[in-house]
Nanobody
Framework: QVHLVESGGGSVQAGGSLRLSCAAS????????MAWFRQAPGKEREGVAA???????FYADSAKDRFTISQDNAKNTLYLQMNSLNPEDTAMYYC????????????????????WGQGTQVTVSS
């Protein structure tokens, strides 16, 4: 099993920054592919960014050049640094984990559906 706990959400004005954290526990094998997803009211959940155990990163177009995903393996913590936030980034952000290998993570991270955190709310005002 994997347990994920997100933190760091909040309310910011457009142009601001936030850093989300996800504390992970459980079998490392089940966390070989880690990602951030988000879901805005009335919209489907969407992948934001993913990272493999080796540190390869992948981003949705909406996150490129503004968000950075990273991990501290010693602390079992996943991060999402979000800069230049805009109101369209308002959503509940979820941490996700999956045992898929790096090559599979690269190809299909947006279909992850194994382990989820409870979410942290991000609200961006104009």
């Amino acid at each position: 099993q994997v347990h994920l706990v997100e933190s760091g959400g909040g309310s910011v004005q457009a142009g601001g920054s936030l850093r989300l954290s996800c504390a992970a526990s459980g079998y490392t094998y089940n966390r070989r592919c880690m990602a951030w997803f988000r879901q805005a009211p009335g919209k489907e959940r969407e992948g934001v960014a993913a990272i493999t155990g080796g540190g390869s990163t992948f981003y949705a177009d909406s996150a490129k050049d503004r968000f950075t995903i990273s991990q501290d393996n010693a602390k079992n913590t996943l991060y999402l640094q979000m800069n230049s936030l805009n109101p369209e980034d308002t959503a509940m952000y979820y941490c996700a984990a999956d045992p898929r290998a790096s090559w599979d993570c690269a190809l299909s991270w947006k279909t992850m559906n194994n382990y989820w955190g409870q979410g942290t709310q991000v609200t961006v005002s104009s």
